[in-house]
């Protein structure tokens, strides 16, 4: 944020020399340029505008509106909540700059991660070559202009399912949720599962959902947030309440307790192993393991996949799939203590998760001994084991809500943008982005109702929450070591246990 705290000199004149100084900076700017910053003045009539520059990769402005002191923020009647509604024959976009006042909460810890995210490219900047060798595996390129978002689909690469068009739907949520504040710039995305950036001398910027530690790709919030139709996931905002509701149904004491985990096993190895954890009459191990057939969900209606409905557990068990898998934040949602697998990969929030605060850490070897000692020790340690449950929950409940998804969104294009040692522009061959066209011409009736449901309906009034600074390099080393020691703590308890059975 403090690329909007911190306001040049120039901007405390007053309005009149304000637009001198402007005029005397447009010369700096292209021919282009000037049109567009006009166009973008002109048409922001409703509040005086004073006006905040912003200098984005070389000479870029995007004039938003700040009201002046004695102006009260509320939205104007203007500012219908926009709905969506697909029977109107013209669809219009909405968009406007808007009034915002200043947000003094800090972000949550976890957006130190983009300042570590981005350090590859803190020294020498991001040029277009960088961006234009990403395209070789991209599947969009999406440019901000002006506040408008434009979208460059790939032809040859095909996302899987609706990714890329739930991912593309977040971005523009954002830029309708922060009007005229998101900065000028171009972004590549990789909407594969692994991520596909070695880690190199200036690597290209790729944008991911997940990334591990020889990879370096930008981690980004994924499609899921705003629903994954496919399999009839809800936009995270809403299923988040529905999981709150849902997890008031049954204590935790009179949960199962046992370990919990369904999904589909097909999609790794290590998951196929875990199968052999399952209760059998030969061994329990403490685990209920069932197989997810999305294929046959969808026939009967998603019936027996309600993510809500499944918090009726304990204990409840993270194992990649793929890659990182999206069923991370569902999982630590239940209150039940998460018994995280040992991860290869991290998502955006997932770095921030500390073993025995928010989760319970399991071998990747010994699963099925692990999985049993970790569910024997929270039956004997009740109270310890709700907290654990209770602190992942709170985490996603609290810091992983919709508002700071966008806001982690912001600053990662935020300080992205300012990497930019080139002028950003929207491609021939991009089409430009609009909510309501997008949404409705979806043919597939699920995805136009997530859609209708995430829309963001009308612009934030506050600022988004401040980023705090970076890791320093001690506490980041401490930060690890922390991490590791506790893992070897739970893994010394579990030998312990382990030795005392023979
Ligand atoms: C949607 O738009 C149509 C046509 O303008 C209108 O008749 C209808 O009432 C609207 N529906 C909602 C839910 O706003
Ligand atoms: C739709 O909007 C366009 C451009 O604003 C206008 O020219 C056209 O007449 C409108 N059509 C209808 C059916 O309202
Ligand atoms: C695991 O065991 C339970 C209980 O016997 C059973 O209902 C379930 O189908 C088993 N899971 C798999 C994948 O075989
Ligand atoms: C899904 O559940 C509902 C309500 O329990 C039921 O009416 C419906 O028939 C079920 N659908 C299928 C395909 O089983
Ligand atoms: C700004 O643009 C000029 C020429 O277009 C270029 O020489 C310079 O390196 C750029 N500076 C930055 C900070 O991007």
Redesign the pocket.
């Known amino acids: 944020m403090k690329k909007f705290k911190k306001q040049p000199l120039l901007l405390r004149k007053t309005p009149a020399t304000l637009y001198t100084s402007l005029l005397f900076l447009l010369i700096l700017i292209t021919a282009a340029f000037i049109s567009s910053l006009w166009s973008t003045l002109s048409t922001t009539t409703n509040i005086k505008p004073t006006t905040t520059t912003n200098t984005v990769?070389?000479?870029t402005l995007v004039a938003a509106n700040v009201p002046t002191k004695n102006e009260k923020i509320k939205h104007s009647n203007k500012f219908q909540p926009t709905v969506l509604n697909c029977t109107i024959k013209n669809q219009t976009c909405s968009s406007s700059n808007y009034p915002t006042t200043k947000n003094n909460m800090v972000c949550p810890e976890y957006f130190k991660w983009i300042h570590e995210d981005l350090k590859p490219w803190k020294k020498k900047?991001i040029t277009r070559e960088m961006v234009e060798k990403a395209k070789k595996t991209a599947h969009f390129r999406l440019v901000v202009k002006n506040g408008k978002g434009y979208l460059e689909k790939y032809k040859n690469k095909e996302a899987i399912q609706t990714r890329d068009v739930f991912t593309v739907w977040g971005i523009l949520q954002l830029l309708r949720k922060y009007p005229g504040k998101i900065p000028d710039l171009e972004l590549m995305f990789d909407c594969n599962d692994k991520p596909v950036v070695p880690i190199g001398l200036d690597p290209p910027p790729v944008f991911g959902y997940c990334a591990d530690r020889w990879t370096q790709d930008i981690v980004f919030p994924d499609w899921s947030f705003w629903g994954w139709a496919e399999i009839n996931i809800k936009p995270w905002e809403h299923l988040l309440k529905d999981i709150k509701k849902g997890n008031k149904r049954v204590k935790w004491k009179d949960r199962e307790p046992y370990a919990y985990w369904k999904g589909n096993p097909y999609t790794a190895a290590t998951r196929l192993d875990f199968l052999n954890c399952n209760v059998s009459t030969a061994q329990d191990w403490n685990l209920r393991l069932f197989t997810q057939d999305w294929i046959k969900e969808s026939e009967q209606g998603f019936n027996h996949s309600n993510l809500a409905d499944q918090c009726t557990y304990r204990y409840k068990v993270y194992i990649e799939g793929y890659a990182w898998s999206v069923s991370e934040k569902y999982i630590l949602a239940c209150d039940s203590p998460a018994l995280l697998v040992k991860p290869r990969y991290y998502d955006f929030f997932t770095r921030s998760l500390q073993p025995l605060q928010h989760y319970w850490p399991i071998r990747d070897t010994d699963k099925c001994k692990s999985i049993k000692h970790a569910v024997d020790w929270g039956n004997n340690h009740e109270q310890k084991a709700q907290e654990i449950g209770k602190a992942g929950s709170k985490f996603i409940q609290e810091e992983l809500n919709m508002n700071y998804i966008y806001d982690y969104m912001f600053h990662l294009l935020n300080e992205y943008s300012k990497l930019l040692?080139?002028?950003p522009r929207v491609p021939e061959e991009a089409v430009e982005l609009c909510s309501e066209t997008m949404a409705c011409t979806r043919s597939y009736s699920m995805e136009k109702e997530f859609m209708g449901e995430s829309m963001v309906r009308e612009p934030s009034t506050k600022d988004p929450c401040s980023l705090p600074p970076p890791f320093d390099p001690t506490s980041l080393r401490i930060f690890y070591a922390t991490k590791q020691n506790l893992i070897n703590r739970v893994e010394r308890w579990e030998d312990e246990y382990w030795k005392s059975y023979q």
């Open positions: 990769a070389n000479q900047g040692k080139f002028e």
